[in-house]
């Protein structure tokens, strides 16, 4: 248990240490809440624009930063040192999730409470769809970070893993409405993670219905992904 | 009694032999150096005794324990400082001590090591700022915080400075005293020499020759010849009446006890053929000229 919260805090700190992953855990969704909230720009509707962001949150912690880190410590032998401590690669992987769910709970915490302060944003909670919109956005997106992570050499993650945040961000269904983008488009988005768990955290905050092709695409990436991720995963670079 | 016990060790990476059917014993409380060029299989040995590595073929055990089956028992009682990296570059000194002595139930004094390793006034340091040396020191540190009963260093002072370097000899050998067993992997004869109860000498993944420092160096009465320019051994041997061994570029052993008689042969053949001798000495070779004769003096 000590292992493992040691683990977990040195990285936090070391991830709240790094500019670039505050800036797309923290910065860029506190800034887009801003800038949408104020401008109203595309018609976009704050309950509509929040659990679009919860989703780009969870990404940016479970995905992008998870996958720059482990790559990272990959290239410079952290994970091989650890693996010449008592500390099992379970605890090591504990370690990582806890880690990552306190990032999530604070970038949702933050956004939740400038959206409410701010934007007098009430939403219709569903406590159940809010945790599963945390587990599954969490699962799939972070075997999809251990995936490249642990086969690609870091700075390929780190370039592949920036660009996807980015179009996530843009065909993620985050804040730009699916009528701006064409069918293909749209069809490719809903099979990735993120336009699912945009659907998920809107129907958890009562701004929409949760359809069934969310939970299945959820699902299978949340299954796939780690699976894929425990048969490729080389610990050295 | 053993605290390493390795029989026929093999390693293979694809059609790459990089451990060919190596066997040796290191004592419960010896220090070890293995002594070889870039690729020898040094490190390649070090980490399968670490459990980081499986093996090919062959048997290993690691205070009693086999490092491929029981990771979590040995990395409780060994220490192990990498060839290189091994930590967030992000994280600070004394953070990364910290770290690393959670994972054992009575770890050293975290203070205390950074005394014993010169790093106090780096303590709140990012660990990417350090130099070279620093990092180095910082590892070893990391090594000794579960006050390991075996401890691998793999290089433990490349790059290191002079002083720096000394001063982890001198860590080193507080160690030694403790009764704590070692396992060295050194480019550094002058270190092998100084540190190791006994050295063995590994080229191509095979023991080639092992014993300690002065065993390997007792050279006998033997002539150690140095010349400008590569010459004719066997030419000189037939000349002197006596077995000629080339060792590496330009220089020779004469194997039989010098003589005056000797001596003077070999001068005056030199002489008659043009050869320059720059050294001509009896016996005593260091461990490098042992190291170069025993696995030749290219980087294979």
């Known amino acids: 248990m000590t292992s493992l919260r040691a683990i977990a805090k040195a990285d936090l700190l070391i991830t709240l240490r790094r500019g670039e992953s505050v800036l797309l855990t923290f910065l860029i969704p506190l800034g887009l809440l801003f800038f949408v909230g104020w401008t109203g720009i595309l018609g976009i509707e704050i309950e509509t624009l929040v659990p679009g962001l919860f989703a780009l949150s969870i990404i940016s912690s479970a995905f992008v930063g998870l996958a720059v880190a482990t790559g990272f410590e990959r290239k410079y032998g952290v994970l091989k040192r650890l693996g010449a401590t008592p500390v099992s690669r379970l605890t090591l992987i504990l370690a990582k999730a806890l880690s990552v769910a306190v990032i999530e709970v604070l970038q949702l915490a933050l956004l939740w409470i400038v959206a409410a302060t701010v934007f007098d944003w009430a939403p219709d909670v569903r406590l159940l769809g809010l945790v599963a919109g945390l587990v599954l956005g969490t699962v799939g997106p972070a075997g999809l970070a251990m995936l490249m992570a642990g086969r690609l050499r870091a700075e390929a993650t780190l370039a592949l893993a920036n660009g996807l945040y980015f179009v996530f961000l843009g065909i993620g269904d985050v804040f730009v409405p699916a009528d701006y983008l064409s069918d293909g488009v749209v069809a490719l988005s809903n099979l990735l993670p993120a336009a699912p768990l945009a659907g998920l955290f809107r129907w958890a905050t009562g701004a929409g219905e949760v359809t069934a092709s969310v939970w299945i695409v959820l699902a299978v990436w949340a299954i796939a992904a780690p699976l894929a991720a425990s048969k490729t995963f080389r610990w050295e670079e | ?300």
């Open chain 2, 1 to 300: 009694m053993s605290a390493i016990v390795i029989e026929q060790l093999e390693k293979r990476y694809g059609g790459f032999t990089a451990v060919d059917g190596l066997s040796l014993e290191v004592e419960v409380g010896e220090t070890y150096a293995l002594l070889g060029p870039n690729g020898a299989g040094k490190t390649t040995t070090i980490e399968i005794l670490e459990g980081l590595r499986p093996r090919s073929a062959g048997s290993v055990s690691v205070l009693g324990l086999d490092p491929g089956t029981h990771k979590e028992d040995l990395h409780r009682r060994i220490g192990v400082m990498l060839q290189e990296g091994g930590l967030y570059p992000g994280a600070r000194v004394v953070e990364m001590l910290e770290l690393f002595a959670s994972f054992h139930a009575e770890p050293r004094d975290v203070d205390g090591l950074l005394a014993l390793v010169g790093l106090t006034e780096h303590r709140r340091a990012i660990y990417r700022k350090l130099s070279g040396g620093q990092k180095q020191r910082l590892s070893l540190a990391i090594a000794l915080v579960g006050r390991p009963e075996l401890v691998f260093l793999d290089e433990p002072t490349a790059g290191m400075d002079p002083v720096a370097r000394r001063t982890t000899w001198e860590i080193i050998e507080a160690l030694q005293s403790e009764g704590v067993t070692m396992v060295l992997t050194t480019h550094y004869m002058e270190e092998a020499e100084r540190l190791a109860d006994r050295v063995g000498i590994v080229n191509r993944g095979r023991l080639l020759a092992e014993g300690t420092p002065d065993e390997l160096t007792a050279g006998g009465g033997e002539l150690r010849l140095k010349a400008t320019a590569p010459f004719d051994t066997r030419a000189l041997g037939t000349h002197i009446g006596a077995p000629v061994r080339a060792l590496g570029h330009a220089a020779a052993i004469v194997d039989v006890e010098a003589s005056p008689e000797i001596i003077a042969a070999v001068a005056a053949w030199a002489a008659a053929h043009a050869v320059h001798l720059t050294e001509v000495r009896v016996g005593a070779a260091g461990l490098e000229e042992v190291f170069l004769e025993i696995a030749g003096d290219d980087d294979a």
